[in-house]
């Protein structure tokens, strides 16, 4: 849905969607737009007529990345903020996007970049809870799992927590999901979307495979086989680029992706939902306060968390192997804060 309005939007300057959905003016940050990540999701984010103002830090390179977006011809206004700028890049913003933070190389895994990123994304929440303590907030910076329970006890501590505006982003799940179940039964990805519930690593990634209109025709080996892919598939980018990191692109697409979503459900648009990582009543009894599941977003965030619906056997048995592992996720990124 994103990548058809972003094309119309590109080709055609005053598109619709901009006169027919937009009922605000949004102001988006991206914290970390001097990287990988960063760069290209700030180019999607400028091609998006429900972003009017995009302001882009770094602790290097954002005035130059934000001076070459700016040159795109859509109507939002760019700013560009160098290291010492972060109040004046948050002021008034209405949703920050973090993708700051060191990525993975191969035989690393996602919760080995925690000692780097940790305080990091700390760091930043503090900054956000005094500048712009109403602002949605959109975690990328990994690990998802333990960052987000970061952010909202950094902000619980400043007393701003609102659980309605933090989301863990997990979208880079669903849409390899959708593209690699695709493959598998060779259809076009329109027909294939898949709910992905849990946290984002490994074991902590269950796609909800049998709820997907084609999702039955994968069966025994090839069901594994894709289960794995699809928990897996940021490894064999990281094997990929052997070193330079980790998804950049795809991500970017994704990240762009759910703020649209997050957008429309601000603006008022009804019926917007997909699965984010928020703090959850789902498994609160087992000790896991935030999980994934498909969420509607609203005028003010999340505006319903959605049960999981009807899973497999194997489902089940991966929902039970994720519960363990995400629980011990979040309590590391409490502690860290306490
Ligand atoms: P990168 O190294 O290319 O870019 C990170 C950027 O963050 C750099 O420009 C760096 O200067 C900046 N940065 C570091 N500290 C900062 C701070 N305090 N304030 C502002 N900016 C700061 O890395 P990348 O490939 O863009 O990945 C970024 C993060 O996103 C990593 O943690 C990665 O694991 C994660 N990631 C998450 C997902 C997901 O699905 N949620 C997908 C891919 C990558
Ligand atoms: C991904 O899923 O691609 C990201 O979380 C980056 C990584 O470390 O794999």
Redesign the pocket.
């Known amino acids: 849905m994103f990548a058809r309005s972003a094309v119309r939007a590109l080709a055609q300057p005053s598109a619709r969607l901009f006169s027919s959905t937009a009922s605000r003016n949004f102001k988006v940050a991206v914290?970390?737009a001097?990287?990988?990540?960063?760069q290209p999701l700030s180019l999607l984010l400028k091609s998006d007529h429900l972003v009017t103002g995009l302001s882009l830090?770094?602790?290097?390179?954002a005035p130059g990345v934000a001076a070459d977006v700016s040159h795109v011809d859509t109507a939002s206004e760019v700013n560009g903020y160098a290291a010492d700028q972060?109040d004046e890049a948050l002021q008034g913003a209405n949703v920050v996007v973090i993708?700051?933070?060191?990525?993975?190389k191969p035989g690393m895994t996602?919760d080995d970049?925690f000692n780097t990123?940790a305080s990091?994304v700390r760091?930043?929440a503090s900054s956000i809870a005094r500048v712009s303590p109403d602002a949605h907030i959109l975690v990328?910076?990994?690990p998802?799992n333990s960052t987000v329970p970061i952010v909202a006890k950094t902000l619980e501590k400043a007393g701003t927590f609102n659980p309605k505006h933090l989301f863990?982003?997990?979208?880079?799940?669903v849409v390899r999901a959708r593209r690699f179940l695709a493959e598998t039964v060779g259809a076009h990805p329109s027909e294939t979307p898949v709910t992905v519930v849990g946290g984002?690593s490994g074991p902590t990634i269950v796609p909800l495979i049998s709820q997907s209109p084609r999702g039955n025709e994968v069966k025994g080996e090839k069901y594994h086989a894709l289960v794995h892919r699809i928990q897996f598939g940021?490894d064999e980018v990281v094997k990929a680029k052997d070193g330079a990191?980790?998804?950049?692109l795809s991500?970017a697409y994704?990240g762009a992706k759910f703020t649209n979503s997050l957008l429309r459900g601000l603006s008022g648009e009804k019926g917007v939902v997909t699965p984010t990582y928020v703090r959850s009543p789902l498994f609160e009894d087992q000790g896991v306060d935030f999980f994934s599941s498909n969420v509607e977003l609203g005028r003010d965030g999340v505006e319903k968390i959605h049960p999981l619906g009807p899973l497999s056997p194997e489902e089940q048995k991966l929902l039970e192997a994720c519960l363990p592992e995400l629980k011990k996720n979040i309590e590391k990124g409490k502690n860290f804060v306490q």
């Open positions: 914290l970390g001097g990287g990988g990540i960063g830090y770094d602790i290097r390179g972060l993708p700051a933070g060191v990525p993975r996602r970049l990123n990091i760091d930043l990328i910076s990994n998802v863990g982003v997990t979208t880079l799940d984002h940021g990191g980790s998804a950049t991500m994704a």
